[in-house]
T-cell receptor, first 114, second 115 residues
């Protein structure tokens, strides 16, 4: 079974802090994704990566950056956390770029910014 | 451009009754369609997908969905609901003719199954 793990289930940070959210997948998937999930808004794509060191902006990249130095690991960085970034963050991976691939999701990180 | 709509924020059904969670989509070409489920405090799990072929797709946990091209719909169904089916359900679509291979997700429908 594909396993996608996220470094923290719950995280509390202060405004202005730099925050790192880590995601690791164990099935050699090419694609990795970061979403944020907010009530009533569903899933919104922040960034995705289709290869090591390759990244593309999603629908809401402002205030975020990403890093993919190794195939299995995709990090989401909040350079200076703000209260409006309090949310559930979901990482996902998929095998390749064919468009028919199932996405596999991690358990999520619930981030609170005070 | 691709988009998907889940017109109901919440669906309530009694245990043992059939359930339907609605999804409609808009694409330029032909769609790839997906359903995912999210149980409380968990990530999303894949249920089923339509790529091509039979319009009726069977998936995990007894769920199925029917692709209807004329109505641009992909409703999720189950003949007999269980309390354990209570969860958040997401529909997603990807336009086969589109430049992006990233699916677009709906806003989610909360399914509540009453004992």
């Amino acid at each position: 079974d594909v396993k996608v793990t996220q470094s923290s289930r719950y995280l509390v940070k202060r405004t202005g802090e730099k925050v790192f959210l880590e995601c690791v997948q164990d099935m050699d998937h090419e694609n990795m994704f970061w979403y944020r999930q907010d009530p009533g808004l569903g899933l919104r794509l922040i960034y995705f990566s289709y290869d090591v060191k390759m990244k593309e902006k999603g629908d809401i990249p402002e205030g975020y950056s990403v890093s993919r130095e190794k195939k299995e690991r995709f990090s989401l960085i909040l350079e200076s956390a703000s209260t409006n970034q309090t949310s559930m963050y979901l990482c996902a991976s998929s095998l390749s770029g064919g468009g028919t691939d199932t996405q596999y999701f991690g358990p999520g990180t619930r981030l609170t910014v005070l | 451009a691709q988009s998907v709509a889940q017109p109901e924020d919440q669906v309530n059904v009694a245990e043992g009754n059939p359930l339907t969670v609605k999804c409609t989509y808009s694409v330029s070409g032909n769609p790839y369609l997906f359903w995912y489920v999210q149980y409380p405090n968990r990530g999303l799990q894949f249920l089923l997908k339509y790529i091509t072929g039979d319009n009726l797709v069977k998936g995990s946990y007894g769920f199925e969905a029917e692709f209807n091209k004329s109505q641009t719909s992909f409703h999720l169904k189950k003949p007999s609901a269980l309390v354990s089916d209570s969860a958040l359900y997401f529909c997603a679509v990807r336009d086969m003719s589109g430049g992006s291979y990233i699916p677009t997700f709906g806003r989610g429908t909360s399914l509540i199954v009453h004992p």
